[in-house]
């Protein structure tokens, strides 16, 4: 069983940055990554990095503008957010399981309470 806390999250301008954080209560072989819910939106996936290669994979609409990291020793992953939009508006959640390399029918068992982010314009 793995427990995930976000963090990080906030309101923000247009164009600005986030760092999101999630920790893991226990060191695993999981792929983790990151999804999003905006109001009255299903929840979509954002981005993904496995544990073994450090490979990483980007919904096209943030790709360029975030970048996903880990620190396995920590047991953490990161969603660094620049450019943001108003788009980007939702609850963002972190999420972990196993991962066969297909992001958009990636269906992980393993969620966080969600943190939300909030760009004005």
């Known amino acids: 069983q793995v427990q995930l806390v976000e963090s990080g999250g906030g309101l923000v301008q247009a164009g600005g940055s986030l760092r999101l954080s999630c920790a893991a209560s226990?060191?695993?072989?999981?792929?983790m990554g990151w999804f999003r819910q905006a109001p009255g939106k299903e929840r979509e996936f954002v981005a993904a990095i496995r544990w073994s290669t450090g490979n990483t994979y980007y919904a096209d609409s943030v790709k360029v503008r975030f970048t996903i990291s880990r620190d396995n020793a920590k047991n953490t992953v990161y969603l660094q957010m620049n450019s943001l939009k108003p788009e980007d508006t939702a609850v963002y959640y972190c999420?972990?399981?196993?991962?066969?390399?297909?992001?958009?029918?990636?269906?992980?068992?393993?969620w966080g309470q969600g943190t939300q982010v909030t760009v004005s314009s």
């Open positions: 226990a060191h695993s072989r999981y792929t």
């Open positions: 999420a972990a399981d196993r991962f066969y390399g297909v992001p958009m029918t990636w269906a992980p068992g393993y």
